[in-house]
């Protein structure tokens, strides 16, 4: 890793020491090491926050769905019998006649003499509500604010739905969590209703004209199911998630370690080594070199080159003679060549 590149370094730049360089080798790799495992837990964290607001997000669709589909059932099932005038059912303990159904033929006696009752929408509506097993969960009400059947008048939350469907005529549908009286988590959810021409021939005389938002259905579904499986998945995403980061972290920091070791390494034998750096003091007739620390008076002070540089690094001499000396001290030995380079 080459810590200063010599592009960087302007001309007449010092090179940093050798025990420097490592020592930043080591604490640039420490740095790199701690930034990748940074990266790690950001992109793991970044990856489980997406999925766990995915999961919530899935679970509030399903829940949705659920409600919209049981209100579509309930409203195509009204239509129906909004279109046919109402079917009659045989009168019993079960089915007694609706006292809100106000018209001449609401009770009739077929040809074979049993007492048929009519059946109009809301009350179709109540019968199916009633049908439900409490198993499911499911609670089913029509609502107004202008009700014939005075039961149907809204109640807490559905007084806050019907007031948002009254106040946005575009909005068709309203839908929060809650919880019931008994702990249970609940959604809450709220269809408009608009007043038909089948329906006028009883809501008509309330004032009611075709395309007023005549009253609401009213569904609350047990949420409970639906949240225990959002918490299920989540659970899972967080075990998914912690493994795999505990096993990309260890693996980040087993490699780490291995390059700082290595590093150390690096720097503990350049530690080791002995470097000549800085302005050493020489003789300009001897040569030798004043030893760091010492008076220039005393004579022991100053050491042959040979012996200064062998004592602070691994460097060692061979004897020779330059052609310039082999000419003065031994002509004999000489070429005419070094003879004139004696000679000047």
């Known amino acids: 890793m080459n810590v200063w590149p010599p592009e960087a370094r302007g001309p007449g730049s010092p090179i940093p020491p050798l025990p420097e360089i490592a020592h930043r080798t080591v604490r640039s790799i420490r740095v790199q090491v701690w930034l990748v495992a940074g ?12 999925n766990l607001w995915t999961a919530e ?3 509030e669709e399903l829940v949705w769905r659920a409600a919209r589909s049981i209100a579509d059932t309930i409203v195509a099932m009204r239509a129906w019998t909004a279109e046919q005038g109402g079917v009659y059912v045989p009168a019993s303990s079960r089915v007694l006649p609706n006292p809100y159904l106000r018209v001449p033929d609401r009770d009739v006696i077929d040809d074979r003499g049993r007492r048929l009752t009519k059946v109009n929408p809301a009350y179709l509506t109540r019968l199916v509500a ?6 499911t969960g499911i609670q089913i009400r029509l609502v107004s604010d202008r009700p014939l059947r005075p039961d149907n008048r809204p109640r807490g939350w559905e007084t806050e739905a019907l007031e948002f469907l009254t106040g946005r005529r575009e909005a068709l549908e309203w839908g929060q969590e809650g919880r019931r009286k008994d702990g249970r988590l609940e959604f809450r959810y709220v269809r408009a209703l608009a007043a038909q ?13 075709e395309g007023d938002l005549r009253g609401a259905l009213s569904l609350s579904l047990d949420y ?13 995403l967080l075990l998914w998630h912690g493994l795999i980061a505990g096993v990309c972290l260890l693996g980040v920091g087993w490699f780490g370690r291995k390059l700082v070791r290595k590093a150390q390494a690096v720097e503990d034998a350049v530690a080791r080594l002995r470097v000549l750096e800085g302005l050493l003091p020489i003789c300009s007739v ?3 070199i004043r030893l760091e620390g010492r008076e220039e008076s005393d004579q022991a002070a100053w050491v042959p080159v040979e012996a200064y540089v062998t004592e602070r690094s691994h460097a060692e001499f061979s004897h020779g003679l330059c052609p310039q000396c082999l000419g003065r001290l031994y002509p004999e030995f000489s070429r005419p060549t070094d003879r004139r380079a004696g000679a000047v």
């Open 286 to 288: 001897c040569k030798k």
């Open 197 to 209: 021409g089948a329906c006028l021939s009883c809501h008509g005389v309330q004032g009611y004209r």
């Open 224 to 236: 409970t199911p639906f949240f225990e499986s959002a918490r299920a998945r989540e659970v899972g």
């Open 130 to 135: 009633e049908e439900l097993p409490g198993r």
């Open 39 to 50: 990266l790690l837990v950001f992109v793991l964290g970044t990856s489980l926050a997406w």
């Open 57 to 59: 997000k899935h679970s």
